[in-house]
């Protein structure tokens, strides 16, 4: 009886990870799931420092890494191990968190505007934030906003 209850959570917690917006594979669609302990040292100390309070569920690899927490949230993370976004997977990003590893002079414009971020993505010329579950905002690296939009 236990034995099928663990697979039945298996299959479940299979079937949720791939039906997922969160994770974005590469085109082959080749993931592996590892240890957390396997990836980057870089990518457990941003992980550690500044997600202290999340409890990470899982870890994978394709074309980059994922660490994905319970609830769902993760972080996408390039081959240098630096992030490249923090998906909230309907769940918030407190500011208080990132406003510790994101430039005040971008990270002051969501405090003054917005009560909530829901996902951050880091872009070649700024950072984009869906902040309150109802508007993108793009700020350049300067503190420019360059663009909101309704999500």
Do not use: C
């Amino acid at each position: 009886m236990l034995k099928n209850k663990n697979i039945f959570y298996i299959v479940i917690i299979f079937i949720y990870l791939t039906s997922s917006s969160f994770l974005f594979f590469d085109n082959d669609r080749n993931i592996n799931f590892i240890p957390y302990t396997s990836l980057p040292l870089n990518i457990q100390e941003f992980v550690n420092t500044y997600f202290k309070d999340y409890e990470v569920h899982s870890a994978a690899v394709s074309t980059h890494y994922i660490v994905i927490f319970k609830g769902g949230s993760s972080i996408n993370f390039n081959r240098k191990g630096q992030w490249t976004s923090i998906i909230g997977n309907r769940k918030t990003i407190a500011i208080s968190t990132a406003e510790k590893f994101i430039d005040a002079k971008i990270i002051n414009i969501i405090k003054s505007k917005y009560k909530t971020i829901n996902n951050i993505y880091k872009k070649s010329k700024g950072i984009e934030f869906k902040a309150d579950d109802k508007e993108y905002i793009y700020i350049d690296y300067e503190g420019n906003i360059i663009k909101i939009k309704k999500a």
